[in-house]
């Protein structure tokens, strides 16, 4: 029996360690073998295209993207499938989604355009009833539509009823005209989103004050902790590794040819003046030629490379557990709730002394 629960025991382990040995493969791969991509691109003055490719572990997984034909996201694992974006009848739920966004917005347009002739023709309606014709002449007139003469107690009758007909045809035309109004204020969301947006656009500009004037105020503090010497060699240790990261995904194969201009001299000098300070690390076959003159933008380019998972980590990891990150954090909270303390002392002692006042009179 003994001997039976540690062959269980053995088989459960060797199980057990033959997973760890595949999550620690899998997790060495996903860290250490690299993404290759190729990225291709053309555009003149009529014509706009951009293909990317992206693949693991020698073609294992891809990822295709092309524009403007299909422009979709294709990812392949293996030879099936996982996504096609540009695949036709395979829309799913987003298309079906769509297409009843699509149908909805031509239904509300359709009942707006009706909303708004039905108003148009009862205002031209309103306006022709200040008018008197021919026909109510002769019925004012006590004649009939052929100019006979009417019984005087039909004249009366007759003489008060068109009154009384305008009068509440009048007030029939009112009430509707509202309605149609107040149909088309609950129909219309336009009001509400617009709204919203603008008390969302004033709450960020009243944020962004308060930070600016939180900073304004404690410049002298903000200073003195730039100009720290455990500050500048965080700054200088982030830009080292900034440097390496954006080494390490650079295109090891670049060839570009490009006239680009922005329309004016002085911009244009300045985009220009970056691309000289890049062109060392760009390599020999990236021509870029400025444009005084016009905003243009024409060329074609190629460019493919690598990107590893486990560099990216690294360098992050490096900035992340640097000690003079945390001890920036450190006096940046410390102020802050220094600062709060402060505030909230004033603003108490402002309510005190307006009790006091509120007292006294």
Request: proline share 4%; aromatic share 8%.
């Amino acid at each position: 029996m003994l001997d039976l629960i540690l062959q269980i025991l053995s088989v459960l382990g060797i199980i057990v360690l033959v997973l760890l040995a595949v999550l620690a493969a899998v997790l060495l791969l996903v860290l250490f073998f690299p993404v290759s991509y190729r990225v291709q691109g053309r555009k003149d003055a009529e014509v706009m295209e951009c293909s990317a490719r992206a693949a693991w572990l020698f073609g294992l997984l891809r990822v295709r993207y092309a524009y403007p034909e299909p422009g979709k996201v294709r990812v392949k694992l293996l030879w099936f499938p996982l996504y096609d974006g540009a695949a036709p009848g395979k829309e799913g739920k987003g298309g079906s989604s769509r297409k009843e966004e699509s149908s909805r917005k031509e239904e509300n347009s359709r009942k707006e355009e009706a909303s708004r002739k039905e108003r148009a023709s009862r205002k031209k309606g309103k306006k022709g009833s200040g008018k008197t014709g021919p026909r109510e002449e002769r019925n004012r007139a006590g004649q009939g539509p052929l100019g006979q003469e009417q019984d005087p107690a039909k004249q009366g009758i007759s003489g008060q009823e068109p009154m009384e007909q305008e009068a509440a045809s009048g007030s029939r035309e009112k009430t509707a005209e509202a309605g149609a109004d107040a149909g088309q204020d609950r129909e219309d969301p336009k009001k509400g989103g617009i709204s919203q947006k603008i008390q969302k656009i004033k709450f960020t500009i009243q944020g962004l004050y308060d930070k600016i004037k939180k900073v304004w105020e404690n410049i002298t503090y903000y200073t003195d902790l730039w100009n720290d010497n455990d500050t500048r060699g965080l700054l200088n240790h982030a830009k080292f590794r900034l440097f390496r990261i954006l080494k390490s995904i650079r295109p090891r194969k670049l060839r570009a040819d490009v006239l680009f201009g922005t329309g004016a001299p002085d911009t244009t000098g300045y985009a220009y003046g970056a691309y000289c300070m890049l062109s060392p690390f760009l390599g020999k076959k990236a021509t870029v030629i400025p444009d005084f003159e016009r905003a243009v933008l024409e060329g074609t380019i190629q460019a493919s490379g690598h990107v590893t998972l486990a560099v990216l980590l690294w360098h992050g990891l490096r900035v992340i557990t640097d000690r003079r990150l945390w001890k920036l954090l450190d006096k940046l909270k410390s102020h802050d709730g220094k600062a709060g303390k402060k505030t909230g002392g004033a603003e108490k002692a402002g309510e005190k002394d307006r009790d006091k006042g509120i007292k006294a009179s």
